[in-house]
């Protein structure tokens, strides 16, 4: 009876983590290129439509100063500036997004070219999460937390000697003073 406890502890441990996994999907951001002033073109994986979000804070929180819906994976914006500015990605599933991802976007002056091929550099980098993130590191702590106590609690933990047969315990029972 007890070995089925401890496979039923394990089975729903497992599957909590696994209703958790898809909570944690994250769309990624590859801008293709170089982003110029005045045009850069991205490609999001793991997300076929949705918001594309460009803020001027490294959180990706607060308003974005562009809001620019994409279908079809892809999409390209319009800089007017150079800087690096960070983007995000909001699919129109509503639960997956991107990471915080940093685009450095060069002005005309800083291309470079050679005689014998185009040198072209997008730097990108993500920082932070979005707003969900701390939560779902919450989460997957308390989730670490209930599977290490069950564990402990089941195959660690120690025993005070062998279990009495119910013989025994008919025995000591029944020969108790005053009966």
Known sequence: MKIKFKIFAILIATLSFAVLLPSLSLAAINCQGTC???????????????????????????TPIFEIPFAS??????????????????????TTKSA???????????????????????????????????????AVLIIIAIVAFLLYRFFFSGKKGPRKTYEELYRKWSSRPGQ
Not at 79 to 90: F, I, N
Not at 104 to 126: G, N, Q, V
Request: hydrophobic share 25%; glycine share 10%.
């Open 73 to 94: 994976r892809s999409f390209s914006w319009y800089p007017s500036k150079a800087g690096s500015y960070y983007m995000q990605v909001l699919c129109d599933d509503g």
């Open 100 to 138: 915080c991802t940093t685009i450095a976007i060069r002005s005309a002056e800083e291309t470079t070219t050679t005689t014998e091929e185009e040198s072209t550099t997008t730097t990108t980098s993500t920082t932070g999460g979005g707003d969900n993130t701390w939560l779902i590191i919450l």
């Open 36 to 62: 110029d002033v005045g045009e850069c073109s991205c490609i999001i994986g793991e997300c076929s439509s949705g918001l594309f979000d460009v803020y001027e804070s490294s959180s990706c929180s607060g």
